[in-house]
């Protein structure tokens, strides 16, 4: 490595000196300054010192005169602009993933000295006296399901993902090297610095963005990129602490047990979507299966070397040796020397077929053919049962140790995720099934009225009937339309994939923009004449999920309910799916709709209206929490949301998407995803078991429910005020670079609804965050909460909002997660953007969010009690400081090249730079959209 002169402070982050608030943030802040360092000399060797030199000018500028800094960057050249972007958000990727590394082994450090978050949740149910009984009970309804989704917010690369990956695992040998040995410096710093710095030059020669947009196979893959890793480590680490929590508490759970599986929508969600067809959903499906194969195939490779136990030395049971005769005799292809060499061990030669069975099954799946018992497997149910039958021989037969540890840990891992890695759900909007459906009941000819023309009430009547009956609606003579193909043709592919693949594979089909009963009713329809449904018979084979995504629904969500639960035909699917019922809550369309307060609040409402009427009709509910990545879109701390639900909408069962960078963020570092995990099903236990009555006495909850209603009308009408000025659209695409997040190619899916025209009604959730975010207005995570706030203050009831924030877990939790969108918002960068790029006819739009972020600052100062936001946690008020510091400069080029762009000035490479610095400020900020 050349000698190269730099800094020894760049980037600014300060030297380390003992003054720092505790040995912890030393270290980061040791290891970010290593990490730009080690940026700088990439620079030096790539590009030359000059590019070195503009860097520390341009960042010196940002930290004492951000207008010099604007001013600096006025009229630089694209190419230029494209190496400053790019060694801007560099750091800002390898200072991310170093504060991960570090999270990491700071769990860890806390695990060893104060246990993990299972162990807290224990002590609690100890403190609370249950009995084993309960807590049997309790945990006989775990059921944790993180969903991932191909939801377009994760704007790095995969490639560079991986890259920054291998930073994180550097410094994690680096520190666990040096624990064992006791040397901090050294030959292993200089071994590490040595490979960190490769690993710098390879992110500097790697393209940041992808040149098209990513099919949905490619999404499947990314997410299966993490699976994978779950499946080796995480999961089946978090599983067996729950086990032996669990265990701690006097219950036992069975190693077949699924406490905790994971789900995708990844070529399942078909909502606007016109990318994800039935052979999308087969070719997801088969991908799946084929790394999970792989996967299970290794945990058997590794059993095998392992159970070397003989029948010579200790008996094995009839069982199993009756099993493996039948192997041998349904499995001829299995090699000779295995029947020769294992033939006094019954477990290896049993494992031997096993694996034999995994490889028909891999080749059956590629061919499409019907399964074979004995010879390959269907789902997991068959493959469970060998390793569950080899498990009672060993605990016959003085192998309790033995079956209890590597092949119990395997039983849990399969059970989890099984071959397919994940649960997929089909999701399609609610129009489509409807506009299907009315061609097979126009074709019957039956009706006064063509079936669009039903109001709600009668196509619910009509439906319930329908559902009820066993006459086809469907005639070999019947010719649909193309969409109505398309969407019929689903349900017979879903029919086609569970008889291939088992019926572990697709569980929930889910109704998006679910505004009533008929809603529901139309796609079970559609389903029962694809053969998924029998109500005479009882034969469910996929359960139904209302999602509610506006605020009406939310408003309507029990009556919804109630209705739906009311028609018998209905109630007979919910029997045949268990006597569960999923229910899946819209966050971010909700935010959209209604403003932050009135989502979270309406959410919240519906919770405890679905729970009261599940309870009454005797089924139990499984809420499907549609949360992204921001708390614009229901982001936030997950154990926080968790604990602040209502009591009793928590009996075990939650599903909970999964998205963008929120992926990464969680599950790119083994110790977080350990730790995401753990969090999570602590926090569902707690729930589960804690939290089946009221904290605080009803009359308080009453009395903070009112205040709520106070705080959120006025916050709605705020902010439905802002988004239906006539002059938003036109505020928005100015001020924002929305218009590029297309171009970014992070996701298959349009981010506009077809047919939707230029305005804001149909773009999506997320491009609508994004836009805000990117410019540092952010207005989707507060929008409205200052004015709700101090209505309820103005009302005489400051001393009510106090109590609530004291003593209400959801109120403190909201005002947690407002407070930090609210430190994230930054109105003088934001300023920038509006006075270089929005006509001043339509600036009065940014003076309405500027008083209302005034407003809504002070109205949470006022609550918490802080001078300053964030005042309680001055490790992270300094770091998101530091953050701005040096996004500056991102901003200031993508305004001035936004200018440029819209101007129309003519440089091939203009784009480029622009979607660099959506990148750098995503990476910056940690999110998109």
């Not at 070397?308 to 008996?315: F, K, L, T, W």
């Not at 229901?634 to 909408?649: D, N, S």
């Not at 709605?716 to 938003?728: F, K, S, T, V």
Request: glycine share 8%.
């Amino acid at each position: 490595m050349p000698d190269t002169a730099v800094p020894s402070d760049l980037w600014g982050l300060g030297s380390v000196t003992p003054d720092d608030a505790n040995q912890a943030d030393r270290e980061l802040r040791a290891d970010i300054r290593r990490m730009g360092n080690l940026l700088g000399e990439t620079l030096v060797r790539q590009e030359g010192p000059d590019l070195l030199e503009l860097v520390e000018k341009v960042r010196a500028a940002a930290r004492s005169d951000a207008a010099a800094a604007a001013d600096a960057l006025s009229g630089i050249g694209i190419p230029t602009a494209i190496r400053l972007v790019r060694a801007f958000a560099t750091y800002f990727h390898l200072a991310n993933i170093t504060e991960q590394a570090h999270r990491g082994r700071e769990l860890r450090r806390r695990r060893a000295t104060q246990g993990g978050w299972l162990d807290g949740a224990a002590r609690l149910i100890k403190a609370r006296g249950l009995t084993s009984e309960e807590i049997a009970t309790g945990a006989e309804h775990l059921a944790i399901r993180p969903v991932f989704t191909a939801h377009p917010t994760e704007a790095a690369r995969r490639s560079t993902l991986a890259k920054l990956r291998r930073v994180a695992d550097l410094l994690e040998a680096e520190s666990t090297e040096a624990a064992v040995s006791g040397i901090s410096d050294g030959p292993v710093s200089r071994r590490t610095n040595r490979e960190l710095a490769e690993v710098v030059d390879l992110l500097w020669q790697t393209d940041e963005l992808r040149l098209e947009k990513p099919e949905p196979t490619d999404e499947a893959r990314n997410a299966i990129y993490y699976l994978n890793d779950l499946h080796a480590d995480a999961a089946p680490e978090v599983l067996t602490e729950l086990a032996d929590t669990l265990a701690d508490l006097g219950v036992e759970v069975p190693p077949t047990a699924t406490p905790l599986t994971f789900g995708s929508w990844i070529g399942g969600d078909r909502d606007g979507n016109p990318f994800v067809s039935a052979q999308v959903t087969l070719d997801v499906l088969r991908l799946q299966h084929e790394y999970g194969i792989r996967d299970t195939d290794a945990g058997l490779a590794a059993l095998v070397e392992e159970l070397s136990v003989s029948d010579q030395v200790v008996e094995v049971s009839p069982e199993l040796l009756e099993s493996v005769a039948a192997d041998l005799a349904n499995l001829p292809e299995l090699e000779a020397r295995y029947r020769r060499v294992n033939a006094t061990e019954p477990y290896r030669l049993k494992i031997r077929c096993m694996r034999t069975k995994l490889a028909n099954t891999r080749a059956r799946l590629a061919r499409n053919t019907p399964h074979q018992p004995g010879r390959d497997y269907l789902g997991s149910t068959e493959l469970v049962a060998d390793l569950e039958l080899m498990r009672r021989s060993l605990l016959e037969h003085r192998g309790t140790l033995i079956a209890n540890g590597t092949l119990t840990k395997l039983i849990r891992t399969v059970s989890a995720f099984g071959l397919h890695l994940a649960t997929l759900d089909i999701r399609e909007h609610s129009g489509a099934h409807h506009q299907a459906l009315a061609q097979f009941v126009d074709h019957v000819a039956e009706l006064d009225v063509p079936y669009a023309e039903l109001t709600r009430e009668a196509r619910t009547s009509y439906l319930g009937r329908e559902l009820a009956g066993r006459r086809p609606l469907a005639g070999a003579d019947i010719r649909l339309d193309e969409a109505g193909a398309k969407t019929f043709g689903v349900f017979g592919a879903v029919r086609e994939i569970l008889d291939q693949f088992g019926p572990e594979v697709i569980e929930s089909y889910i109704i998006s923009m679910t505004e009533g009963v008929d809603d529901v009713l139309a796609a079970a329809v559609l389903a029962r004449e694809a053969g998924l449904v029998d109500v005479n018979s009882g034969l469910a084979r996929i359960g139904f999920v209302p999602l509610l995504e506006q605020v009406a629904e939310l408003k309507a969500a029990g009556e919804i309910l109630d209705q739906l639960l009311s028609i018998p035909a209905y109630r007979t699917i919910v029997a045949a799916r268990g006597d569960v019922q999923e229910v899946m809550l819209g966050y971010s369309d909700s935010n959209k709709d209604a403003g932050i307060t009135s989502s979270q609040w309406e959410i919240h409402r519906a919770q405890r209206a679905l729970r009261d009427v599940a309870q009454r009709h005797g089924v139990r509910l499984r809420l499907f929490h549609g949360r992204g990545g921001t708390v614009g879109r229901g982001g936030g701390p997950t154990h926080e949301a968790i604990l602040a639900q209502p009591y009793g909408t928590l009996d075990g069962a939650i599903k909970v998407t999964e998205q963008g960078e929120v992926i990464s963020d969680k599950y790119a570092v083994s110790a977080l995803a350990r730790e995401n995990l753990e969090l999570t099903v602590a926090a569902v236990l707690q729930a589960t078991l804690l939290h089946t009555e009221p904290r605080q006495p009803q009359a308080d909850l009453d009395a903070w429910s009112e205040l709520m209603d106070k705080v959120a009308a006025p916050a709605q009408q705020a902010y439905r005020d802002l988004i239906h000025d006539p002059d938003l659209p036109r505020y928005f695409w100015a001020s924002t670079p929305a218009e590029l997040l297309g171009a970014l190619n992070i996701g298959s899916r349009p981010a506009k609804r077809p047919d939707t025209g230029s305005g804001l009604a149909g773009l999506r959730a997320i491009p609508w965050v994004f836009g805000w975010t990117q410019s540092r207005q952010i207005v989707p995570g507060w929008y409205g909460v200052g004015t709700g706030l101090a209505a309820a203050r103005e009302a005489g009831l400051g001393d009510l909002l106090a109590d609530a924030y004291a003593r209400w877990h959801f109120f403190r939790t909201f005002v947690s997660n407002v407070e930090m969108t609210l430190v994230k918002t930054d109105l003088s960068i934001a300023r920038r953007y509006v006075e270089r790029l929005v006509d001043p006819a339509l600036r009065h739009i940014f003076d309405k969010i500027v008083a209302e972020h005034d407003r809504s600052v002070a109205e949470i100062l006022r609550i918490t009690g802080e001078p300053a936001l964030l005042d309680a946690q001055p490790v992270l008020q300094r770091t998101l400081a530091v953050r701005d510091t040096y996004l500056q400069p991102l901003h200031h080029l993508q305004i001035e090249l936004l200018a440029r762009y819209r101007a129309n000035e003519d440089d091939p490479q203009l784009q480029r730079a622009l979607l660099l610095t959506i990148n750098g400020v995503a990476a910056g900020m940690r999110n998109t959209g």
